[in-house]
């Protein structure tokens, strides 16, 4: 398994701020994933995240909203850009320890966005 | 496009009873399906996965899952309820279009209430 801490648990920001969300996973993993949960709704992907190389994005996802680190194995960030009402969401972050499309994905406990 | 049907997004039960959360999936290729639990403000906990080996797998605290092929399925049961399984429930299935390995698609999630 992984344990998996997300930074802040919760935020609420001002439209036009930007917010960047933590990561860190107790073991390395090689991949990670970022979720967007929104209220009433399913999990979507936002982006893949591997360490070493640029992540790779969701259709309806850019970078320019949604820029992403992976600076090593067991730590990510998520930034959400020039924020807005919309972006109120629940943001996941998920790992998987080895490219296996059989490996479970854990998932940290969430970061939850109010943009007023 | 892939697709994971969760009927119902409201399922109320008395303690004691039978739990049946229903999923039904489309896949173009064999699939893995995973059932994942979130408790109110916490991430998401793996349930159970099915990954091709036996049709009825068996996950924590009591749930079970039956793969069903020629139904697309792959309800979750419990034969009896507890007042601590009130949470909410994710199916997912494997994506099938070779895009990243272990991305996964969600359902809307199912809530389950549990009455004393």
């Known amino acids: 398994s992984a344990v998996i801490s997300q930074k802040p648990s919760r935020d609420i920001c001002q439209r036009g701020t930007s917010l960047t969300i933590q990561c860190q996973v107790d073991s390395q993993v090689t991949m990670m994933f970022w979720y967007r949960q929104q209220p009433g709704q399913s999990l979507t992907l936002i982006a893949t995240?591997?360490?070493?190389?640029?992540?790779?994005?969701e259709s309806g996802f850019v970078i320019d909203k949604f820029p992403i680190s992976r600076p090593n194995l067991t730590f990510s960030t998520l930034t959400v850009s020039n924020m807005s009402p919309e972006d109120s969401s629940i943001y996941l972050c998920?790992?998987?320890?080895?490219?296996?499309?059989?490996?479970?994905?854990?998932f940290g406990p969430g970061t939850r966005l109010l943009v007023l | 496009a892939q697709s994971v049907t969760q009927l119902g997004s409201h399922v109320s039960v008395s303690e004691g009873a039978l739990v049946l959360l229903r999923c039904n999936y489309s896949s173009s290729v064999p699939p893995y399906l995973f059932w994942y639990v979130q408790y109110p403000n916490q991430g998401l906990q793996l349930l159970l996965k099915y990954t091709s080996a036996a049709t009825l797998v068996k996950g924590i605290n009591g749930f079970e899952a039956e793969f069903k092929k020629s139904e697309t399925s792959f309800h979750l049961t419990k034969p009896s309820a507890h007042m601590s399984d009130a949470a909410e429930y994710f199916c997912a299935v494997t994506r099938d279009d070779g895009g990243s390995q272990g991305n996964l698609i969600f359902g809307k999630g199912t809530k389950l209430s549990v009455k004393p």
């Open positions: 998920s790992v998987q320890k080895t490219a296996n499309i059989q490996e479970t994905q854990y």
């Open positions: 995240a591997n360490q070493g190389s640029e992540a790779t994005y």
